[in-house]
């Protein structure tokens, strides 16, 4: 099977080495980080739209669960944790560069797709296919901003001299 892919980076030793040098830390230190970056490079490895949204949504259920100061609010489950994981990390609701109620219906539509609420026909694949690069955008920069938020992307770099 052939992977279509939008660009072709050639990678250096030092990238894999950096890269490594990332996965080692989050291993140890951040785990579930770890766990949603996999779910993060199984979504772009997926040809599967119900997959790839799956995967992209995980991420931002991971983070959300894991990274969020822990309110009243939070004690009602996984969306009111991602909700306050946003605000932490990006801010003012009108800073998020996202829909209305886009939390709610991304987490509607996960339900929907998880528990066999969510038709198969053509039309709906190609619906929920609409919403995957927003979707896999912003599990992009939470991931990112987590990272960021926590880490000198600097300690990881690795020089070839």
């Not at 990274?67 to 009243?72: A, D, I, N, Q, R």
């Not at 991931?143 to 300690?155: A, G, L, P």
Request: overall charge negative.
């Amino acid at each position: 099977m052939t992977r279509s892919f939008r660009s072709r980076r050639i990678l250096e030793k030092s990238d894999i080495i950096t890269a490594f040098k990332m996965a080692r830390v989050f291993e140890s230190d951040e785990p579930k980080l770890l766990r949603a970056i996999g779910w993060y490079s199984k979504g772009k490895l997926s040809n599967n739209t119900f997959d790839q949204f799956f995967s992209y949504w995980n991420v931002i259920e991971i983070i959300g669960s894991c990274y969020h100061t822990p309110t009243e609010r939070t004690k009602s489950g996984v969306k009111n944790q991602v909700y306050q994981c946003f605000i932490e990390n990006f801010g003012d609701i009108d800073n998020w560069g996202l829909p209305e109620k886009w939390i709610d219906s991304m987490h509607e539509k996960r339900s929907q797709i998880v528990h066999g609420g969510e038709d198969t026909t053509l039309e709906a694949i190609d619906e929920t296919s609409k919403m995957i690069p927003l979707l896999e955008d912003t599990s992009n920069r939470i991931i990112n901003m987590i990272i960021d938020h926590k880490y000198d992307r600097n300690d990881f770099l690795h020089f070839d001299f």
